[in-house]
């Protein structure tokens, strides 16, 4: 009951482990993932700040850290299976709504409920924040696939996970985007050039599309 | 390319780990738990035919080996959303059917699609293979919440999953049903008798319900 | 006691590793092993009688399902000892052997003590179904080999092992061995061509010994 | 080099356990720790608010988020070392700040170098923001130590941490605090009470020390 | 080549569980094992020195630190197989002798075979040094069952474990044995006071038997 | 109380793991690396004593066995801060001293604690013993990091430690680090040549610096 059933919850997100059934030399939980985003978030955050733009950090906060909260009730459902349809993306977000709703309702606090309503929605909106959120994610599977590629994981689904990560990230409308493109990837590249892929080339066609 | 891909996707069940995000002191495999339910279906059917019923042996070897294959795809989402609604259940099962049917058509040669297209389809029906299989399912359920309970696991999820399957598995009219709830359920409530459960009350109420 | 004990032993065999001692990118537990084997072996059974052979579908069923059962008892015993002497050998198989049919004697009620010491037999014999049993625990051994080898395992003797299971392959009269031959295995060899292990060498000299 | 080295770098806490050594049900990352801390401090922070208290959302999400950022190079220290004398504590202390500030040095654009040696500095002081950190912190102890002792835990050291991080808790003023006391901690000895460790005893004392 | 082989084949018993297939809340590898053995027995001889018994610490070293390593040709093989009839273990024992010789032939310079047989021989003899290995030997079968039944496991094969080891190793006849029966048991049993397993009843029968 | 707490305590090494944080295709425990450290030190005397030198044989069990008995307290401290700065570690190693002279005198009978002092010193020394004890430790660091190194790890550290590892043997006077030098290093980097790491150039430099 109460916050403490909200509290206990969060470990859930230890044991459920990111891109499932594919072979990876390394695991990653989704509480993992959900902290290295919180991190990117921020340096994207002051990135962006220092460029004059106003960051809502409450807000940042907010939806960084709790984006995949819904996952304790749905699980990390596999992105082909999440787009297979609008309408069954509609469906399951559907479903994780109602169900993080159902849980606020049962086990939170009156006086608290609005804040969590407002804190555990979807995250991912054309605010600067939203965007922010978007791109940190995003970058998260890029650092997942890189790194198993490089290690010599020969499952051609983490090239096209690379790939799909950075055409999503190119499309965002963010000064620090702009920083990543010209400062981060081609140390990412760079990092990877002794590696039997060819980073190089596999980026140069994501950055073309 | 081919049956080679087919075979080569078999190791993906090993990596995907059924109930995900719940403490387990054991974790199951798909793999693992699609071999017992082999095993289980084996020895249910052997008592279904002790008892003058015609099993037809392919039928259950295809439907209980492949009865989780679809997971590769879908990944083990968890029975809560899965059954969140009619409508979802029936798209989630339409998304599944269609990556199967879409692996088939890519990588099976044309002479065994109709062959795979046969066995990897959805065997839970109303015939005697079909709901040994669901027995044979059920019960799986029951052993991997029993002994979680058994080792001391507080987690009140595995008491509803082992009342969850029990009730399922009684609602099936099949002689080995009826073996079940005479021989096995008994030594399985004995087992746990020293557990600060009480399996006894547990059965007894799922049973009545 | 009863049907409850043999169940439950079941998941014993989730907790044996294959291969123990080596390292290993990937391990895999008999259990999966085991379901792996069930469902080669029903495409090799359907390759095979798609060229008019007849298959005893419960003999195949029960012969690859249970065919490491004994591992329960006497665990996963390094092959090169299993081997060592054909004297050892046919005493560890009494030895699994007497320790199953004991298990049987002590666990399984009488009326079905014949099916499950018929069941829990040693598969591998000249029938067709024992034939296709033995392709497909050698077929499961060329895939946990070749998956190693191309993730950059640098162990010897997993060239040995894909080799050796090559070996015993080709020399078993199956329609479905010619087709894994003809079909199949070039997949494989084109699968590993990026990798810095020549499989084409390795499976040409196994073919040609 | 650059923003990506530091990117990288995260990763590392997800490969950190905390209190190595110690038999665990249940292990716990660096980086999941981290997160969770996120979240705890977040509801602890709305908490506060709610009472009136102003919140700089901007420090508290860099102060818990990055919290034990420098373990990536000093690892995690056990508690009764780290605690052995002001003088090592001190010394400890300096080591991390020293490797944090080279690394800042060594890795980090120029432009950016004061923002990450603000981020990444020591976040516990007497500021509201350095309080709800120091809390949130020890709250992740108490849930550390609590599920282990529910699970079974013999280990007494748990015991200690669970009634350590009690006294810690209890010494620091907030509003989040006495709401922790008075709502949250009574649930957690209610969640305990079927346990054979007499929770309700062991926070009373922690409680009046 | 040469030690290089030797040194390189020590990892293996990284990789080698103990007790393979029964569930354990704490795995054991055949290398933690080994040093423990090592340390128990240093610890004994040094009691059994204080009694005035002369002991070959050259001898002792020899033969706890190499005691499993033939296990990394034989693997580590279920007891109850092992002991299944005098004649197996006689020609398990052949077998593993048999690969160590091959070993040392084949890979250790032949200016230091002599020393490799002496040290990689079998140890366990009548001698002081022999004994004690023993000892240590069962010693750990008895911490490794009592601590798996102190933390709620209930496979009943622990306690025949711990009850086995020690019937061993009463009837050895040793000082450290009888400085182990009065002051180190009685604070195994007393540790185990709180489990639910009668610790002191089945000690009791075990030195009574 | 007692030995049986001393006993116990060893355990707690099977769960600390070495190099904390960094990527590892295969993680070593604190008790498997001591026993492959007796294994080498136990060869390297029998080299040292095929030239004539004497060694101690009771010395050298005892420092090599216990050599990281006192990570028991202090866990595993990565080697860049544990040699930050000489004030440092000789604060550290006085913390390590403190803990373990505290643990002898609450646990161990008094009759023994001379013997536990001696015995849980530090062993690393002038003496043939000491010299040996670290020429073992820093070659298990050797072939922890060429392992990784060989099967793809691409994290520089390990060349580092490799490097490093090699630096510090070759400045230790034995005939044992002479003959490691001739006979078993070559091999080593035979192994090695293989891999994309140059390994004999390292080995070159090394020996050159």
Same mark, same amino acid.
Request: with cysteine; hydrophobic share 40%; aromatic share 10%.
């Given at each position: 009951?109460?916050?403490?059933? *909200?509290?206990? @919850? !969060?470990?859930?997100?230890?044991? #459920?482990?990111?891109? /499932?059934?594919?072979?990876?030399?390394?695991?990653?939980?989704?509480?993992?993932?959900?902290?290295?985003?919180?991190?990117?978030?921020?340096?994207?955050?002051?990135?962006?700040? %220092?460029?004059?733009?106003?960051?809502?950090?409450?807000?940042?906060?907010?939806?960084? %850290? %709790? $984006?995949?909260?819904?996952?304790?009730?749905?699980?990390?459902?596999?992105? /082909?299976?999440?787009?297979? @349809? !609008?309408? !069954?993306?509609?469906?399951?977000?559907?479903?994780?709504?109602?169900?993080?709703? $159902?849980? #606020?309702?049962? $086990?939170? /606090?009156? =006086?608290?409920?609005? #804040?969590?309503? @407002?804190?555990?929605?979807?995250?991912?909106?054309? @605010?600067?924040?939203?965007?922010?959120?978007?791109?940190?994610?995003?970058?998260?599977?890029? *650092? =997942?696939?890189?790194? =198993? !590629?490089?290690?010599?994981?020969?499952?051609? =689904?983490?090239? &096209?996970?690379?790939?799909?990560?950075?055409?999503?990230?190119?499309?965002?409308? &963010?000064?620090?985007?702009? *920083?990543?493109?010209?400062?981060?990837? /081609?140390?990412?590249?760079?990092?990877?050039?002794?590696?039997? #892929?060819?980073?190089?080339?596999?980026?140069?066609?994501?950055?073309?599309?």
């Amino acid at each position: 009951m109460g916050i403490h059933t *909200y509290f206990q @919850s !969060l470990t859930d997100l230890e044991r #459920i482990i990111r891109c /499932p059934g594919r072979f990876k030399f390394q695991e990653h939980s989704v509480s993992a993932h959900s902290w290295k985003v919180v991190q990117y978030a921020k340096t994207l955050a002051d990135i962006e700040e %220092s460029n004059g733009v106003v960051v809502d950090w409450k807000k940042l906060y907010e939806i960084t %850290s %709790s $984006h995949d909260y819904g996952e304790i009730f749905i699980g990390d459902i596999k992105t /082909p299976v999440k787009h297979y @349809s !609008l309408e !069954l993306r509609a469906m399951l977000q559907q479903v994780e709504e109602g169900m993080v709703a $159902h849980f #606020i309702d049962e $086990h939170i /606090p009156e =006086e608290f409920q609005h #804040i969590f309503r @407002s804190q555990l929605r979807e995250g991912k909106d054309d @605010s600067v924040e939203g965007k922010i959120l978007e791109v940190a994610d995003k970058l998260d599977q890029i *650092y =997942e696939a890189f790194t =198993e !590629l490089q290690l010599g994981n020969t499952d051609k =689904e983490f090239i &096209l996970m690379y790939r799909n990560a950075l055409i999503k990230i190119k499309g965002i409308q &963010l000064h620090c985007v702009d *920083y990543f493109l010209q400062h981060i990837l /081609p140390d990412i590249v760079i990092a990877g050039s002794k590696s039997s #892929i060819d980073f190089e080339q596999i980026t140069k066609d994501a950055l073309a599309s």
